[in-house]
């Protein structure tokens, strides 16, 4: 009998693992809080955050890993970035290369991206179920209680093998340190983040263009604080400006923010728009960072947890995804290694030694660069708000030819 994976979570990582364990011959069951994002009525869920991200080849050797066509379909659907682009407090803009050899970091809308993937489990006869949250679990019993938002019921689904693709906030890993002995460590950055469009500019034959470089990841570096955008493929920015809370709170009104901005950001107010500005700033959330480590990342032979569940990080050097993309590839060369068979049957309390060596070893080799990314994150911050405007940096640049 084929045993049953279950993904809690149908974020872009819970959809790779769906797909890649759907291949290995598993039968694959999806489980989500939210509402399909897919349907009209929902699409205003999907465009509260940040609705677009870069994603390197890390990410992109992920998917191809799992399926060479949905890397090239996702690859139509991206806007390569070969550099970034320092814009100075007086207005200057200054390219700086990510490669030599042109390599590239792509911007990709994070919202398409994610249906583009819940569309690949459908056409994979996957089941995916919406409105279901994950309020307990039984690792031992192998059973998840999930409470239907549609009805307000609860209902347990049996398991084999269970993945926590949940998020930061991932109930798979608060379970799950209820029986490992799991280090584990959170920690707020005082800075956060609002999100602010750079619209598209109408041209004088009335078709719209782009107001800034497409080619480029927009940095305005202000030291404690640095405003970026990202282009999106209908002509305009996604902008994101990050701030100490104690500097947003001393904007207390959109005209204060506005003031605030045009002293800070005087080209980027030029092109959002002081209007717009003010709306952004009444009605996008102001969201927090956060950073978690945790290890190990699997019970026995029945558990794992992947991406923002297992390390979610600050979004300074753009791996988040990448990372948690590039755990699924590395957990399915694993399963793959140990001989993982999803037909070999297990009976009452036996272990599948095979999954639980797999498992074993993912947390085994997977946590020191899991480890030295989310460091990694932490400490690009400095460096996009502030080192790259040093004169130090600049030489540094030079030097080394990058
Ligand atoms: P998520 O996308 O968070 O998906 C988790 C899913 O689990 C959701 O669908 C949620 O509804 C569901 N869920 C949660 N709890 C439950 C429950 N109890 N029961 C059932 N379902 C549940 N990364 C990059 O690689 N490049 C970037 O440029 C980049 N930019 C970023 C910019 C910002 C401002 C931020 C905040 C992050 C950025 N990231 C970036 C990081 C990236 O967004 C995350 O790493 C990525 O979204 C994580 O994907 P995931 O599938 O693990 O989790």
Request: hydrophobic residues 30%; charged residues 20%.
């Given at each position: 009998m084929v045993r049953k994976a279950v993904i809690v979570g149908s974020?872009?990582?819970g959809c790779l693992t769906a797909l890649a364990l759907s291949k290995a011959g598993w039968s694959v069951a999806v489980y989500d809080a939210r509402a399909d994002i897919r349907l009209p009525e929902n699409k205003s869920q999907s465009l509260q955050r940040s609705i677009n991200l870069a994603i390197s080849s890390r990410g992109i050797a992920a998917l191809h890993a799992v399926d060479p066509l949905i890397s090239k379909r996702f690859m139509k659907t991206v806007i390569p970035m070969r550099g970034r682009m320092i814009h100075t407090t007086n207005g200057a803009a200054e390219?700086?290369?990510y490669d030599l050899n042109g390599q590239c970091i792509n911007s990709i809308d994070r919202a398409l991206l994610n249906e583009d993937m819940l569309n690949e489990l459908t056409a994979a006869s996957i089941e995916v179920h919406f409105d279901?949250?994950?309020v307990a679990a039984d690792f031992n019993k192998k059973v998840l209680t999930f409470n239907k938002k549609t009805d307000g019921?609860?209902?347990?689904?049996p398991f084999d093998f269970c993945v926590g693709a949940d998020g930061s906030y991932s109930t798979v890993r608060s379970q799950l340190m209820r029986v490992t002995r799991m280090d584990y460590q959170q920690e707020y950055?005082?800075?956060e983040y609002i999100e602010l469009r750079v619209p598209a500019r109408v041209?004088?034959?009335?078709?719209?263009q782009f107001q800034l470089d497409p080619g480029h990841l927009h940095i305005w570096p202000r030291h404690s604080f640095m405003l970026i955008a990202l282009p999106n493929q209908d002509k305009?920015?996604?902008s994101t400006l990050f701030a100490p809370t104690s500097e947003f709170s001393k904007l207390k009104s959109p005209d204060e923010f506005v003031s605030w901005f045009r002293l800070q950001f005087p080209d980027a107010t030029e092109i959002i728009g002081e209007a717009r500005l003010k709306q952004d700033f009444l009605h996008n959330p102001r969201s927090p960072l956060i950073h978690i480590k945790a290890h190990p990342y699997h019970y026995k032979d029945r558990v794992i947890i992947l991406g923002d569940a297992a390390h979610a990080m600050v979004p300074f050097y753009g791996q988040g995804l990448n990372c948690g993309l590039e755990d699924v590839r590395v957990l399915d060369v694993l399963l793959r290694k140990n001989e993982v068979d999803p037909v070999h049957s297990i009976s009452g309390g036996e272990i599948d030694g095979r999954l639980a060596n797999a498992l074993q070893e993912y947390t085994e080799t997977r946590h020191d660069d899991l480890i030295a990314i989310c460091d990694l994150a932490m400490a690009n911050y400095?460096?996009?708000r502030h080192s790259v405007t040093t004169p130090l940096y600049r030489l540094r640049k030079m030097v080394d030819g990058l």
């Open positions: 974020g872009p990582v390219s700086q290369l279901h949250k994950l019921t609860t209902i347990g689904v950055i005082p800075h041209d004088e034959n009335g078709n719209e305009s920015f996604t400095e460096e996009m």
